[in-house]
Nanobody, 124 residues
Framework: QVQLVESGGGLVQAGGSLRLSCAASGRPLSNYGMGWFRQAPGKEREFVATISWTGGSTLYADSVKGRFTISRDNAKNTVYLQMNSLKPEDTAVYYC?????????????????WGQGTQVTVSS
């Protein structure tokens, strides 16, 4: 069984930055693709970013491309999401997810384990 715990969320002004972390326990992350998703109130969960098992391949939603960076440290069993130039529309609960495959994916249904989420609020 894998447990994923997100941290690093909070309240930030527009234009600011946050770094989210996703720490895994119960299984090494090194052989799995990882992703970040978010869900705003009244909206469906949406894809943010994904990274392959080596970190060599990444993919971003158009809405965050150029502002967010996903990375991973397999030695620390942790995945990160660096968020810069934050906008009020980035406000959401952010979730990390693990899929039992080497590559990253942009579809939530392809992930097998999810964290509990961390709230990010961007004020205007």
């Amino acid at each position: 069984q894998v447990q994923l715990v997100e941290s690093g969320g909070g309240l930030v002004q527009a234009g600011g930055s946050l770094r989210l972390s996703c720490a895994a326990s119960g299984r090494p992350l090194s052989n799995y693709g990882m992703g970040w998703f978010r869900q705003a109130p009244g909206k469906e969960r949406e894809f943010v970013a994904t990274i392959s098992w080596t970190g060599g391949s990444t993919l971003y939603a158009d809405s965050v491309k150029g502002r967010f960076t996903i990375s991973r440290d397999n030695a620390k069993n942790t995945v990160y999401l660096q968020m810069n130039s934050l906008k009020p529309e980035d406000t959401a609960v952010y979730y990390c997810a693990l899929r039992r495959g080497l590559g990253g994916r942009s579809t939530a249904g392809e992930y097998d384990y999810w964290g509990q989420g961390t709230q990010v609020t961007v004020s205007s």
